[in-house]
């Protein structure tokens, strides 16, 4: 077979593919788009419609109507997110490339306390405890920044990205007598920049769509971050109706699923355009050049 | 190597027993005041709640002598914020709980909250103003755990449907005095409207219709009956409940009903037609505040007499804790929360004039988008509270009116130790889950059969072993009377 | 000179060096020192909680405190494994996990070493994007959005059907349907995830070799397979043993919002999580700490094996 047509071939069935996958990705962000944007008269009437037949901001009105507590919001889980995903990313690629280190003589037992905690944990009681009583991180940002800034898969999957660095690379610079500490930051993790950046993104999204440690942790409304006070916003509702509290539902508009759909809109836009920028880093690592023998 | 391995041995056993030894660190504060602090359910986002809850502070102050800390916490998160504030051994004096969120009855067996039996006689004002029923039907474990909030208690089975239903279909409608009567307007209903409607039980509202009421599933015994033997039995073993699913059947056969499930998903039947009647909980005002949840007019009707049960009473409770430092203060904050007008009234409506305005002595009606407001049954006995524009002015002596008059439950005050029976009770909870939304919804074609498999499966998942523990308990209970 | 090698990663470079090239210790303290903030987090949040897996040896009870309450010895454990459910989750739990990864893997490689071969960055942009997007939604939404497809009364599916000349199908009370729903979410939700994951681990793979093969002549089905397929092992290994460990794990949201609570569907949906969450209406501390300790237990047994077996072949594709 010649190797053309074959290329060609797997071009094709590739194209084919991903036409297919990303359709099926693609369809529900529409869905929800179209739903927020879509009046709950028509919900009721004619279900959910992929163009609506009937547009309305109703959802987005009710969002913002407290415009200064979703940009808080928005305030604090940038804060979170960017402070949070930096030092995250920079304590566990350092930690990855402590543990690919064959030359580092505590590696196995390392290796195996990191991963023996993505098993066993204590429970969310002891955590409580420890981050509310002798933290005193009580309704702190930086309880919700600590506690997810270190995860065990993280560590061994950006080790396996490190590991793909030619050992040989790291010897000659030794040779020439270079530091840990210069290896890394000028060696390993330029090279490993595309997986990096992946560990960061995902961390990063980790940070901005927490809501359960806010639910457990913040107290103060100020610094509830964006997913914690669109779920609080959209409870409430959920919750006037089930109570039947008329007094504080008259006067209100109710848009429900058209709500649950803006929400979702409206926290995850942002994650969605940086996705967009982070893309560039999903590179080849800048090479350092051949080794010399 | 070895050595390494050893100390990093040394530190991971240092680091746990760090942890584990760490006792309860405990914080002495100078106080000139006492103060309180009380965890209500409230919307944290609203702009005003500072402002508020300092003046009820101060209200406090000035009558009792005590500072209040109120701390909001949202519905939706209300359980597992107050769980973790409960299990972490955090400070708090007062929460309030439930048997539908911050389980009271859980609670009580965890040894969370403060046992106020003997405590009472401090606020004999609060102790008389509830009657001895209620008193009853709050009891766990045994004994009197948290002051029950005042409201409407009376518990009771009723349709529910749209009103363009009720004049549409009326005919059929004139003579219903239970579920099953519903069948001639099934037949009409089920002539324009095929294969559309969804319609299921509600043993929570229904009981009060069939006479049956759950202890915990399947256990449970008649709702009236004599008041010296009380037998338990497997619910879904008993003629009523067989003769209300083949008759459920019915009407998905001949297409008055959907033929197919959604599971519990509820959000896209919005039209009429999709819901065409529900069994809910009358009290006064419900017309109004369903219409605001479903968008269109509403026509209800009772089906059953009014009663008074411990699932009534517990609806909302306030409970003191176990670790409390000034349990006495409390207690005196409660019944003080309870017997004044003004304390309530600010906590449910806020500031006259800026979250709402007078119509007339008991009547207010709220701004719209107040900065302030909150319901009136998380926070103090609603009895004096204002009445809201569209309500009678005599809302709350009719509601009283209901409580006094509602007929008991034979087991009020009972609470059942699940601790003996709760493997067979986790087994028959999957088996009732399997199989009952099926037959409430009529989907399955041999439904009788169906039923006997359910029941044969209950068998063997421990339902005999349940309901001779019941029996034993409430015997047990019967004979301390 | 320069050294053409041929690189694979992992694999040291067997060639003569100065012993102790790395091991001494101003080197071991750098080491120490880069890995110190990381070690330090670990420890503090989640070494010290780590006292707390003992409620699921105690009756706990607030008033009584952690360490106050009384032991119950296995008690706990009894309740989850002397309950009719437990074979039925392990079961279903079992097998969704062991599908999800080996088809999770393979269709990721597949769909990784394809995206490699589309010349455009841009589509490649555009595909990496869409692909990502469910990754981010919650299970809450894909359940709404889900019955737009799934409802029995308006969904789509139903609607072709019922188009075709057919019954329209009551999607939530099949049991026989579930099994492919269930798994065709998890991929989809994903998918975009580890095809990120494999991507970004083949760019990392040393150029040269690709161009030695192409001069060599292997078609691009040979390059995938014999090239850059083994040299994702170190990652797949990696994500196999991971897998492994929380093999009795299921994701909650997956198993619980989609089904839309379902009786019909139990015995095809119910996995550990939904079980104990279905049980556990007394929000029993003590018996969810048992049943979450069992499956650490379990996981780590799995894991210690995987373990040890992948470093009979190559020790460096080991986890520890």
């Known amino acids: 077979m010649k190797s053309s047509t074959e290329a060609r071939m797997v071009s094709l069935v590739s194209y084919i593919s991903f036409i297919l996958f990303g359709l099926i990705c693609l369809l529900p962000m529409l869905m929800v788009v179209a739903i927020s944007f879509t009046s709950e008269q028509s919900i009721a009437e004619n279900g959910f419609q992929l163009i609506p037949k009937e547009f309305s901001l109703e959802a987005y009105k009710l969002l913002f109507a407290n415009p200064g507590q979703i940009l808080d919001a928005y305030k ?4 979170v997110t960017i402070t949070g995903t930096v030092l995250s990313v920079l304590f566990t690629s350092q930690a990855a490339y402590v543990t690919s280190r064959s030359t580092f003589r505590a590696q196995k037992q390392i290796s195996f306390m990191f991963y023996f905690t993505q098993l066993f944990n204590g429970g969310l009681v002891p955590t409580y405890v420890l981050v509310t009583q002798y933290l005193h991180l009580k309704n702190s940002l930086w309880a919700i920044i600590l506690i997810m800034m270190i995860s065990p898969w993280n560590v061994f999957l950006l080790r396996t990205y490190i590991k793909g660095v030619p050992e040989s690379l790291i010897e000659s610079a030794k040779l020439d007598g270079a530091s840990e500490f210069r290896i890394f930051y000028q060696i390993v993790f330029p090279l490993t920049i595309s997986g990096i950046a992946t560990v960061a993104i995902t961390t990063a999204i980790g940070y901005w769509n927490d809501w359960y440690q806010n639910m457990l ?25 089930a109570a039947g509290d008329v007094g504080m539902l008259t006067g209100m508009a109710l848009p429900e699923e058209s709500l649950r759909m803006a929400t979702c809109v409206v926290a995850i836009g942002p994650m969605a355009i ?3 920028f982070v893309q560039k880093f999903f590179v080849k690592g800048i090479t350092v050049g051949s080794v010399k023998g | 190597m070895k050595k390494t391995k050893r100390l990093l041995a040394m530190l991971m056993a240092a680091a746990m027993a760090i942890g584990m030894l760490a006792g309860c660190g405990g914080k002495n504060e100078e106080d000139e005041a ?8 409230g919307d944290t986002t609203l702009s005003d709640n500072n402002e508020v809850f300092q003046k009820a502070s101060d209200m406090v102050y000035e009558n009792l002598g005590y500072r209040l800390r109120i701390m909001p916490i949202d519905a939706a998160s209300y ?38 039996d003997d405590l009472l006689d401090e606020v004999p004002t609060l102790r008389d103003s509830i009657d001895e029923k209620i008193w009853e039907g709050v009891k766990a474990d045994g004994g009197i755990y948290g002051i029950p909030v005042q409201q409407i208690m009376a518990r009771n089975s009723a349709i529910s449907m749209p ?15 239970s579920y099953q009567d519903m069948d001639a307007f099934m037949k009409k209903f089920g002539a324009d409207y095929p294969n559309v409607a969804r319609v299921t039980f509600n043993w929570q509202n229904l009981m009060y219709d069939q006479n049956i009421e759950p202890i915990v599933k399947p256990a449970a015994i008649d709702l009236e009956g004599p008041t010296d033997e009380i037998k338990v039995y497997n619910m879904y073993e008993t003629e009523a409940f067989k003769n209300l699913v083949l008759l459920r059947r019915e009407w998905t056969k001949n297409g008055y009903t959907k033929k197919g499930t959604d599971g519990n998903a509820t959000s896209a039947n919005r039209k009429p037609e999709q819901e065409p009647w529900v069994i809910d909980c009358y009290k006064p005002g419900y017309e109004v505040m369903r219409e605001a949840s479903v968008k269109y007019p509403v026509k209800v009707f009772t089906i059953s007499d009014n009663y008074l049960t411990n699932d009534g009473i517990q609806a909302t409770i306030h409970s003191i804790n176990y670790a409390s430092k000034h349990p006495v203060e409390a207690l005196k904050f409660l019944e003080f929360a309870n017997t004044s007008p003004e304390f309530v009234n600010l906590l449910v409506y806020g500031i006259e004039g800026k979250h709402y305005n007078k119509i007339d002595d008991v009547t207010v009606k709220r701004v719209d988008n107040p900065g302030y407001q909150n319901s009136d049954w998380c926070i103090a006995n609603v009895f004096n509270t204002y009445v ?3 309500q009678p002015a005599d809302a709350h002596s009719q509601t009283k009116a209901m409580n006094d008059n509602a007929k008991t439950s034979r087991i009020l005050g009972f609470n059942l130790d699940r601790e003996p029976i709760k493997i067979q009770i986790a087994n028959c909870a999957s088996v009732i889950n399997e199989y009952n939304a099926q037959l409430e919804e009529g989907l399955v074609e041999d439904t009788e059969a169906f039923l006997d498999e359910m029941n044969a499966k209950l068998k063997t998942a421990g339902v005999d072993e349940i309901v001779a523990e019941v029996q034993r308990q409430i015997d047990e209970w019967l004979a301390t009377k | 000179m320069k050294e053409k090698k041929m690189t694979m990663p992992g694999v040291q470079a067997k060639k003569l060096k100065p012993k102790g090239l790395g091991r001494g210790g101003k080197d071991q303290l750098q080491l120490w020192l880069l890995l110190l903030p990381a070690l330090v987090m670990l420890i503090i949040f989640k070494y010290l909680p780590m006292g707390g897996v003992i409620i699921a040896f105690k009756d706990y009870r607030y008033s009584d405190g952690i360490f106050g309450s009384a032991w119950a010895g296995i008690e706990n454990f009894k309740f989850f494994f002397k309950s009719n459910d437990a074979k039925t989750v392990i079961r279903n739990a079992l097998c969704y996990n062991l599908t999800f990864i080996v088809t999770g893997h393979i269709i990721s490689i597949a769909l990784a070493i394809m995206l490699t071969n589309i010349k455009s960055k841009k589509m490649t942009g555009v595909f990496q994007t869409l692909m990502f997007q469910p990754y981010y939604l919650s299970w809450v939404v894909i359940a709404f959005i889900s019955l737009t497809f799934l409802s029995y009364k308006n969904g789509l599916f139903n609607t072709i059907v019922q188009n075709m000349g057919g019954e329209p199908i009551s999607w939530y009370g099949e049991p026989k349907y579930w099994p492919f729903i269930l798994w065709f979410f998890h991929m989809w939700k994903g998918q975009g995830y580890q095809i990120l994951l494999y991507y970004t681990s083949i760019l990392g793979i040393d150029e ?7 001069v060599d002549g292997c078609t691009t089905m040979q390059t995938a397979v014999k090239i850059t397929v083994p040299m994702l092992t170190p990652t797949m290994t990696i994500l196999i043993i991971m897998g492994i460990g929380a093999i009795f794990n299921s994701d909650f949201g997956l198993f619980y919002q989609i089904p839309q609570g379902s009786g019909a569907l139990q015995k095809v949906t119910d996995v550990v999580e939904t079980y104990t969450y279905r049980a556990l209406t007394e929000g029993s501390m003590s018996i969810s700490s048992a049943v979450g300790l069992t499956q650490s237990v379990v996981g780590l047994i799995l894991v210690v094996t995987a373990n040890a077996v992948v470093k009979k072949y190559n020790e460096e594709n080991a986890l520890f």
């Open chain 3, 208 to 214: 040269s070799i690709y161009e030695a093969a192409k």
């Open chain 2, 34 to 41: 006492i103060t309180l602090t009380w965890y209500i359910m």
């Open chain 1, 76 to 79: 604090t889980t940038a804060i």
């Open chain 2, 388 to 390: 809201m524009e569209g």
């Open chain 1, 274 to 276: 940086l996705f967009l």
């Open chain 2, 163 to 177: 009103l363009e239903f009720w004049e549409k279909y009326n005919d059929t409608l004139v003579d219903v005095k």
């Open chain 2, 79 to 116: 359980n597992d914020k107050m769980k973790m504030i409960i299990a972490g051994g955090e400070e708090w004096d007062i929460c309030w709980t439930s048997n539908w969120c911050n389980n009271y009855a859980n609670n009580v067996t965890n040894g969370a909250f403060l046992q106020l």
């Open chain 1, 217 to 241: 942790y913040i107290t103060d409304v100020n610094k509830y971050s964006l997913q914690y006070l669109l779920q609080t916003l959209l409870g409430k509702i959920d919750f006037l109706k």
